[in-house]
Every structure is written in C-alpha cells, then in structure tokens.
C-alpha cells in the first residue's frame, strides 16, 4: 500500500481477503478488480461485463454495490465513472477520486517510460 500511494507501480496484493457482500455486489467487485491500473471504466462498462456473465441490472444497482465497497483501493471503484466522463460519487469524496486517477495515469506513464 506504501508503494501504491508513493504512487510508484501497480499493485498486487499479495494476500488474500474475505469480502462479506451480497453475491450482486460480489460479481461487481470481481469486475472492477479487472480494471487495469491508471484506466477508467464507465458504470455501462461494468454492466455490459455483468451481462455478458448472464447478470442483468441498471447502472444504479452497479453504483449502490460500487458505494458499499469496502476496501476501495484494492477494489478499485475510483476508476469508474458516468457514461458522461463526470467523475460521480466515491465514498471518499470527488477531490480524493480525481487525485487517485490523476497520480495512477501519472504513475503509470512514467513507469511504462522507465521500462
């Protein structure tokens, strides 16, 4: 987590963890945990993932199970925005959600040229 809020490279928990939510909510968090570092998905990108697992829901029911995400950094729900590109609701407020995406496209740009 230093590492990632140092904002120096993806990423990748080594430990495993339990999430206690509804099986909706638990297939949302599958999906937004494939959202790649430094990129931005939109709620109909969620859904469209969710229907081509046989779920069909509105892209409200995606951000009421986007809002009881409980570890929001390793479940990345800052990376989803409106249809719109309006950055709309995180739990840890609009300035907070534009901070982590602007400093991960950052990272993420200066890590790629490092390489």
Same mark, same amino acid.
């Given at each position: ?8 490279? #993806?990423?990748? #928990? ?7 939510? @509804? #099986?909706f909510q638990n297939e949302v968090y599958a999906i937004?945990? /494939?959202? #790649?570092?430094?990129? +931005?998905? @939109? ?6 993932? !969710?229907?081509?697992?046989?779920? !069909? @829901? ?12 409980? +570890?929001?950094?390793l479940i990345p729900c800052h990376r989803v925005i409106?249809?719109? /590109?309006?950055? @709309?609701?995180?739990?840890?407020g609009i300035k907070r959600k534009a901070y982590l ?8 740009? /200066? ?5």
């Amino acid at each position: 987590m230093d590492a990632y809020f140092r904002f120096e490279k #993806p990423i990748h #928990p080594s430990f495993s963890y339990a999430l206690k939510g @509804t #099986p909706f909510q638990n297939e949302v968090y599958a999906i937004l945990q /494939e959202i #790649p570092y430094g990129d +931005i998905w @939109t709620y109909s990108d969620v859904k469209k993932r !969710l229907s081509e697992k046989g779920i !069909l @829901t509105s892209a409200r029911a995606i951000g009421q199970a986007i809002a009881k995400n409980p +570890i929001s950094i390793l479940i990345p729900c800052h990376r989803v925005i409106s249809k719109s /590109e309006a950055l @709309t609701g995180y739990a840890g407020g609009i300035k907070r959600k534009a901070y982590l995406l602007k400093n991960e496209h950052k990272a993420l740009c /200066e890590w790629y040229n490092n390489q």
